[in-house]
């Protein structure tokens, strides 16, 4: 198990922002964590869980479609932290965002934190 600690949500108005932050835990190195792909997936109320942002160990990324060009996914291998910086946001963003790590073929996931938008 790879814990995974989330970070950074709570409650904005439309079109402002947040940052949300990941940290896995010292139990995975560094190495491991660097070449693993992280991702940010969310779940709103009544609704299945959904992808967000995802970035490979190389830095690639890919973002859903309801995201793109309003949230950039980060990643810092020496603090073994991934971020998801979130801009203009909008009341249909509200979710419990979870952070995940896939390492290997085997995926371990975060507690989650809340992310509010008001109109």
């Known amino acids: 198990q790879v814990p995974l600690v989330e970070s950074g949500g709570g409650l904005v108005q439309a079109g402002g922002s947040l940052r949300l932050s990941c940290i896995a835990s010292?139990?995975?190195?560094?190495?491991?964590?660097?070449?693993?792909?992280m991702g940010w997936y969310r779940q709103a109320p009544g609704k299945q869980r959904e992808s967000v942002a995802n970035i490979t160990g190389r830095g690639s990324t890919t973002y859903d479609d309801s995201v793109k060009g309003r949230f950039t996914i980060s990643r810092d291998n020496a603090k073994n932290t991934v971020y998801l910086q979130m801009n203009s946001l909008k009341p249909t963003d509200t979710a419990v965002y979870y952070c995940?790590?896939?390492?290997?073929?085997?995926?371990?996931w975060g507690q989650g934190t809340l992310v509010t938008v008001s109109s």
């Open positions: 010292g139990t995975i190195s560094r190495i491991i964590f660097s070449i693993s792909t």
């Open positions: 995940r790590i896939l390492v290997g073929n085997v995926e371990h």
